[in-house]
């Protein structure tokens, strides 16, 4: 098999090494450091290489007021998707609370952003939703249970509703808080970043 040798001829393209003389076969060619500019400050792009584009850095979002907003809606639409399931269930399911918990972070976070305060809100909300997706729970068993109507159950013996939640919560309902309560915390601070 042969081997092409390159053309010898002048240099190509105004290469500052084309013209250098070879270097003895038994030693491996040194190449000369070419002299940057001294009054280039350090770090500045020398000249020949090529520059990146960078982009503008991304808006920050920290919008409290709508992060709240979104917060409570979420927590009162999930809070009656809760009531419903263990309306109709008639047993507390600690999953669901825990769903509730991550909608509101997440609901909070997506739209308020990076703010210090919201992921302590979302765990109050989420909180007070699970409370209430409990209480609306009860009422929906006790309307079942006496045949009168849910809404005469929730608001005109609103008292009965809190007193059979004292009475059916045990241990796991208030470990189901807690873990619903950081659940919110950890995904309204991290969807905000």
Do not use: C
Request: hydrophobic fraction near 50%; aromatic fraction near 8%.
């Amino acid at each position: 098999m042969t081997q092409s040798t390159p053309p010898s001829g002048p240099p190509v393209d105004a290469n500052p090494y084309a013209d250098a003389p070879a270097a003895p076969a038994d030693q491996p060619p040194v190449l000369e450091k070419a002299a940057a500019p001294q009054d280039a400050p350090q770090g500045a792009p020398q000249p020949g290489f090529p520059v990146a584009p960078v982009a503008p850095a991304a808006p920050v979002r920290n919008n409290f007021p709508l992060g709240l907003v979104a917060s409570i809606g979420a927590g009162v639409v999930s809070a009656i998707l809760y009531g419903l399931v263990i309306g109709l269930t008639k047993h507390e399911i600690g999953y669901a609370a825990v769903g509730v918990g991550f909608l509101v972070g997440i609901a909070a976070g997506r739209v308020g952003g990076r703010s210090q305060t919201l992921p302590v809100v979302s765990v109050i909300v989420s909180v007070a939703a699970i409370y209430l997706g409990q209480l609306i729970g009860e009422a929906m068993i006790g309307a079942d249970e006496t045949g009168l109507s849910f809404s005469t159950i929730f608001f005109d013996h609103f008292s009965v509703v809190q007193q059979a939640w004292k009475d059916n919560a045990d241990p796991l309902t208030f470990v189901f808080f807690a873990v619903a309560a950081y659940v919110a915390f950890q995904s309204a601070r991290k969807t905000g970043d």
